[in-house]
């Protein structure tokens, strides 16, 4: 069975820190995505990659950087979290190309106080 | 700006009712189209995809979707709701831009009452 799987579900921290949030999938899929998801905007992409050491900047990617060292695992990071990056964030991955689909993480909930 | 458009962020119906969520598209160019569902306290699901072929698709639980390329449009639609079709509905648009990337609609947050 296909699986994405995200470190944690529930993230607090606080101000300035440096936060990772890890995604690993076990399908050997070589497209990798981070999405923020908010209320009333959907789902956004931050960052994706389609190999390893590859990297892309997606539609929100300001205040994030992105790491994949290893294909099954796609780290985002933030480098001094700040209140406004409060929100639900969703890694996914797939094949290359066409006529293939996205399979989703359970997302982690991220509060920054 | 938003390149998938879905045209109501809330829903209320009654069940039994016909459901009908519109999604509209500003890419040319060949595309994927997906349909996702997220229930509450839930992680996002695939309800439906078109890939190419027949551009009505039927995906789980009594979900279809019609292909319009014409119109570049992508609606879901279900005869009669049930209660269990509350959660949010997200339109999602594959295409490649230096890279397979998905785009996602807004959402449309659907509640059926019992």
């Known amino acids: 069975d296909v699986k994405v799987t995200q470190s944690s579900r529930y993230l607090v921290k606080r101000t300035g820190e440096k936060v990772f949030l890890e995604c690993v999938q076990d399908m050997d899929h070589e497209n990798m995505f981070w999405y923020r998801q908010d209320p009333g905007l959907g789902l956004r992409l931050i960052y994706f990659s389609y190999d390893v050491k590859m990297k892309e900047k997606g539609d929100i990617p300001e205040g994030y950087s992105v790491s994949r060292e290893k294909k099954e695992r796609f780290s985002l990071i933030l480098e001094s979290a700040s209140t406004n990056q409060t929100s639900m964030y969703l890694c996914?991955?797939?094949?290359?190309?066409?006529?293939?689909?996205?399979?989703f993480g359970q997302g982690t909930r991220l509060t920054v106080v | 700006a938003q390149s998938v458009s879905q045209h109501n962020h809330h829903v209320i119906l009654s069940e039994a009712a016909s459901l009908e969520l519109g999604c509209n598209y500003s890419y040319g160019g060949t595309v994927n189209l997906f349909w996702y569902v997220q229930y509450p306290g839930q992680h996002l699901q695939l309800l439906l995809k078109y890939f190419s072929g027949d551009p009505l698709v039927k995906g789980i639980k009594g979900f279809e979707a019609e292909f319009i390329k014409s119109k570049f449009s992508f609606n879901l639609r279900k005869p009669s709701v049930q209660w269990s079709d509350t959660a949010e509905y997200f339109c999602?648009?594959?295409?490649?831009?230096?890279?397979?990337?998905?785009?996602f609609g807004a959402g449309t947050r659907l509640f059926v009452k019992a």
């Open positions: 999602a648009v594959r295409r490649y831009t230096g890279g397979f990337k998905t785009i």
């Open positions: 996914a991955s797939s094949l290359q190309g066409l006529n293939t689909e996205a399979f």
